[in-house]
T-cell receptor, first 115, second 118 residues
Framework: DGGITQSPKYLFRKEGQNVTLSCEQN?????MYWYRQDPGQGLRLIYY???????QKGDIAEGYSVSREKKESFPLTVTSAQKNPTAFYLC??????????????FGSGTRLTVV | AQSVTQLDSHVSVSEGTPVLLRCNYS??????LFWYVQHPNKGLQLLLK??????LVKGINGFEAEFKKSETSFHLTKPSAHMSDAAEYFC????????????????FGKGTHLIIQP
């Protein structure tokens, strides 16, 4: 079945470390997105990519980096510059412009905790 | 520009009673509207969508929503709540105008936490 796979499901990071969250999709979608979710704040867009080797900052990109070397993959790196990285991270995908009518497909998320 | 407001951060109902989750939107173009559900530590699952066809939209698990242009609302309802409905619900808008929130420009509400009392 087609879908989005996020790994790992739970991740622990020490202060000062960089960590990378994986997101892979086999839906043949062109666009991919990373969101951060905190209690009571809904979803906030970190980065998105519409095409391979291209990506744009979202609303809260500081302290994060991404790459899009393959259509299927859109990994997110949480760097040591991110002051408060503990959160639930969601990856999504769509095929523009159909996504505006069909919505996004979401992965099951990664919960990152700083220890 | 587009925006969406979920009027209640928390809603509590008894099992077997009706559910109403309220959503108002703002859009410069003809909108598409969605409701997603999120169970704890899970991703978001599409419940239903409105894309300019019938104004009363039926979704999964007995949920439905009605698009009311005059009231700029898209409230989610269910006649009888079940314990398994306890989750976070997100109202989402896309006005199909120039992209604002990403490649497909979807804007998410802050969510309503639905609590089901036994």
């Amino acid at each position: 079945d087609g879908g989005i796979t996020q790994s790992p499901k739970y991740l622990f990071r020490k202060e000062g470390q960089n960590v990378t969250l994986s997101c892979e999709q086999n839906l043949n979608h062109d666009a991919m997105y990373w969101y951060r979710q905190d209690p009571g704040q809904g979803l906030r867009l970190i980065y998105y990519s519409q095409i391979v080797n291209d990506f744009q900052k979202g609303d809260i990109a500081e302290g994060y980096s991404v790459s899009r070397e393959k259509k299927e993959s859109f990994p997110l790196t949480v760097t040591s510059a991110q002051k408060n990285p503990t959160a639930f991270y969601l990856c999504a995908s769509s095929t523009p412009p159909q996504g505006r009518r069909n919505g996004y497909t979401f992965g099951s998320g990664t919960r990152l905790t700083v220890v | 520009a587009q925006s969406v407001t979920q009027l209640d951060s928390h809603v509590s109902v008894s099992e077997g009673t009706p559910v109403l989750l309220r959503c108002n939107y703002s859009s410069s173009y003809s909108p598409s509207l969605f409701w997603y559900v999120q169970h704890p530590n899970k991703g978001l699952q599409l419940l239903l969508k409105y894309t300019s066809a019938a104004t009363l939209v039926k979704g999964i698990n007995g949920f439905e929503a009605e698009f009311k242009k005059s009231e700029t609302s898209f409230h989610l309802t269910k006649p009888s709540a079940h314990m398994s409905d306890a989750a976070e619900y997100f109202c989402v808008v896309s006005d199909r105008g120039p992209s604002g929130g990403g490649a497909d420009g979807l804007t998410f509400g802050k969510g309503t936490h639905l609590i089901i009392q036994p």
